[in-house]
T-cell receptor, first 112, second 115 residues
Framework: GENVEQHPSTLSVQEGDSAVIKCTYS??????FPWYKQELGKGPQLIID?????GEKKDQRIAVTLNKTAKHFSLHITETQPEDSAVYFC???????????FGGGTRVLVKP | EADIYQTPRYLVIGTGKKITLECSQT?????MYWYQQDPGMELHLIHY???????EKGDLSSESTVSRIRTEHFPLTLESARPSHTSQYLC??????????????FGQGTRLTVV
């Protein structure tokens, strides 16, 4: 089955700096890669996703890159703000809407 | 805001009790999932369903069972709760197929403590 590894497990950044989280996956058949943000006491919420037919996608301060050959994808958050503090999860599946395999999560702390 | 609801939000129960965690969604989604979340954050799929009368075991073995009699409802049951079942349980749903906008929507979770 699919295995998704996520690094780092914790990340502390100064407000205004960038944050980068990296994930690798094992199943070359995976073609859908969402990123979720989980705030304290809440369920995960989708913030951005990418399909295997594109290499990069951007939405305001967040961007995701995908390297299918190397089987890794990354989340980039620019100009971080205190409200970006949360746990972030990467995931992979063989199609959008199919069951997701999650990475271990990254706890991001943005210091004012 | 996602229209997927879990009850109760918190539950403390004694060993040996039978419990049912409720999950309902009003989005008409065919696919529903149960994840168990460790204190260390990791999310593990324990059950999923692709439609009414369809249930499958997930990647992590679980003593819980599920049922899917109605599209909107996907309850999880533990026949005899044990302290090892203490965890956060997250329910999710998504549309079927490979259409655009097929993100998984999560409920707020049920934090279960078995004493």
């Amino acid at each position: 089955g699919e295995n998704v590894e996520q690094h780092p497990s914790t990340l502390s950044v100064q407000e205004g700096d960038s944050a980068v989280i990296k994930c690798t996956y094992s199943d070359s058949a995976s073609n859908y890669f969402p990123w979720y943000k989980q705030e304290l006491g809440k369920g995960p919420q989708l913030i951005i996703d990418i399909r295997s037919n594109v290499g990069e996608k951007k939405d305001q301060r967040i961007a995701v890159t995908l390297n299918k050959t190397a089987k890794h994808f990354s989340l980039h958050i620019t100009e971080t703000q205190p409200e970006d503090s949360a746990v972030y999860f990467c995931a992979a599946s063989k199609a959008a809407g199919n069951k997701l395999t999650f990475g271990g999560g990254t706890r991001v702390l943005v210091k004012p | 805001e996602a229209d997927i609801y879990q009850t109760p939000r918190y539950l403390v129960i004694g060993t040996g009790k039978k419990i049912t965690l409720e999950c309902s969604q009003t989005m008409g989604h065919d696919k529903m999932y149960w994840y168990q979340q460790d204190p260390g954050m990791e999310l593990h799929l324990i059950h999923y369903s692709y439609g009414v009368n369809s249930t499958e075991k997930g990647d992590l073995s679980s003593e819980s069972t599920v049922s899917r009699i109605r599209t909107e409802h996907f309850p999880l049951t533990l026949e005899s709760a044990r302290p090892s079942h203490t965890s956060q349980y997250l329910c999710a749903s998504s549309e079927a197929g490979n259409r655009a906008n097929t993100e998984a929507f999560f409920g707020q979770g049920t934090r279960l403590t078995v004493v």
